[in-house]
């Protein structure tokens, strides 16, 4: 994994986009290209435009490469003390603060101490990592002003085939590790489903089985979401499982390519999130994040006849 270093010009920003997802209010980005390199990652058809990119000469969508900004800490500290109307902070929105290349120079906990330094401020973790564990000192310090969530995207049976597509995470058992070790040092937890890819996340065992070990670790929220189909996610998803050799689960990512396949796949998806949150835990705290464009008429007004949970983009 190649990593790039460049100087980025923000550090804590508002963020109207993460608020409507009920998410927060303001982010952080540690850079541009996360080391995790998800296949079906749909961040470089938001920033493919960023001129990081064509100043050091690569695309966007490439992969095999991190692009870092080492200096965000000191810009977070200025911007959390100067900034007035305070929130609460998603670290991060864009890459993760825990990824292979902003663990090498501690972005994560070094963000962390900028922002809960100072007063008025909460953060949300999202990460994919279980190096965040090396942070929970800092964690248990401002315990009340942190929500934490490793992103969960399958069951631990289907540990393997998340390698592909998420090769350089932390694999599922380990992220699930984490959770509960949060949950018995009393922190405050909040669950990530997202993606739940078709045929590899979504049946109603498995959303059955995710959404116990949600509320196993005290989760105070359940956060999911479809696949996104924009830009080639779908598609290098796709060839990787293929040329893993998991054929059916290939197939399957590849039926969804069609409008109409992934409209049902979402109908479908928020159906069972539904039955089983009511069913394990507490449908209030459900939080299906989802963009309507590319629904059928039929899937919208099905979907629309009973929205619980449901957070409209």
Same mark, same amino acid.
């Given at each position: 994994?190649?990593?790039?270093?460049?100087?980025?010009?923000?550090?804590?920003?508002?963020?109207?986009?993460?608020?409507?997802?009920?998410?927060?209010?303001?982010? /952080?980005?540690?850079?541009?290209?996360?080391?995790?390199?998800?296949?079906?990652?749909?961040?470089?058809?938001?920033?493919?435009?960023?001129?990081?990119?064509?100043?050091?000469?690569?695309?966007?969508?490439?992969?095999?490469?991190?692009?870092?900004?080492?200096?965000?800490?000191?810009?977070?500290?200025?911007?959390?003390?100067?900034?007035?109307?305070?929130?609460?902070?998603?670290?991060?929105?864009?890459?993760?603060?825990?990824?292979?290349?902003?663990?090498?120079?501690?972005?994560?906990?070094?963000?962390?101490?900028? /922002?809960?330094?100072?007063?008025?401020?909460?953060?949300?973790?999202?990460?994919?990592?279980?190096? /965040?564990?090396?942070?929970?000192?800092?964690?248990?310090?401002?315990?009340?002003?942190?929500?934490?969530?490793?992103?969960?995207?399958?069951?631990?049976?289907?540990?393997?085939?998340?390698?592909?597509?998420?090769?350089?995470?932390?694999?599922?058992?380990?992220?699930?590790?984490?959770?509960?070790?949060?949950?018995?040092?009393?922190?405050?937890?909040?669950?990530?489903?997202?993606?739940?890819?078709?045929?590899?996340?979504?049946?109603?065992?498995?959303?059955?089985?995710?959404?116990?070990?949600?509320?196993?670790?005290?989760?105070?929220?359940?956060?999911?979401?479809?696949?996104?189909?924009?830009?080639?996610?779908?598609?290098?998803?796709?060839?990787?499982?293929?040329?893993?050799?998991?054929?059916?689960?290939?197939?399957? /990512?590849?039926?969804?390519?069609?409008?109409?396949?992934?409209?049902?796949?979402?109908?479908?998806?928020?159906?069972?999130?539904?039955?089983?949150?009511?069913?394990?835990?507490?449908?209030?705290?459900?939080?299906?994040?989802?963009?309507?464009?590319?629904?059928?008429?039929?899937?919208?007004?099905?979907?629309?006849?009973?929205?619980?949970?449901?957070?409209?983009?």
């Amino acid at each position: 994994m190649k990593t790039y270093t460049y100087q980025m010009k923000t550090g804590i920003v508002r963020t109207k986009e993460f608020e409507r997802k009920c998410l927060a209010t303001h982010g /952080v980005n540690v850079g541009l290209k996360c080391g995790h390199d998800c296949t079906y990652c749909s961040t470089p058809t938001m920033i493919r435009a960023h001129k990081a990119f064509k100043q050091l000469n690569i695309s966007a969508f490439d992969n095999g490469y991190a692009l870092v900004a080492p200096d965000t800490p000191q810009r977070v500290a200025h911007d959390s003390k100067h900034i007035k109307n305070r929130g609460m902070i998603q670290l991060c929105t864009i890459s993760d603060a825990w990824s292979p290349e902003a663990q090498k120079y501690d972005l994560g906990r070094k963000c962390l101490e900028a /922002v809960l330094s100072k007063p008025g401020w909460t953060v949300r973790i999202l990460t994919k990592n279980a190096a /965040v564990e090396n942070d929970f000192d800092i964690i248990s310090k401002y315990r009340d002003r942190v929500l934490l969530g490793l992103s969960i995207t399958a069951t631990p049976d289907k540990t393997n085939i998340i390698s592909i597509t998420e090769p350089n995470a932390s694999p599922i058992p380990e992220r699930l590790q984490v959770m509960q070790k949060a949950k018995t040092s009393g922190f405050r937890t909040y669950a990530m489903l997202c993606p739940l890819l078709p045929g590899i996340a979504d049946s109603p065992d498995q959303i059955d089985e995710l959404v116990k070990k949600a509320a196993d670790f005290g989760a105070e929220e359940i956060f999911a979401e479809a696949v996104n189909p924009r830009g080639r996610g779908l598609i290098l998803t796709q060839q990787a499982l293929e040329n893993a050799g998991f054929h059916n689960e290939a197939k399957t /990512v590849e039926t969804i390519r069609s409008q109409v396949n992934w409209s049902s796949y979402v109908a479908k998806l928020i159906r069972n999130l539904q039955q089983s949150v009511r069913k394990y835990s507490d449908i209030n705290k459900l939080r299906f994040l989802l963009y309507p464009k590319g629904l059928t008429t039929n899937d919208l007004t099905e979907i629309k006849n009973d929205d619980a949970g449901v957070i409209w983009l």
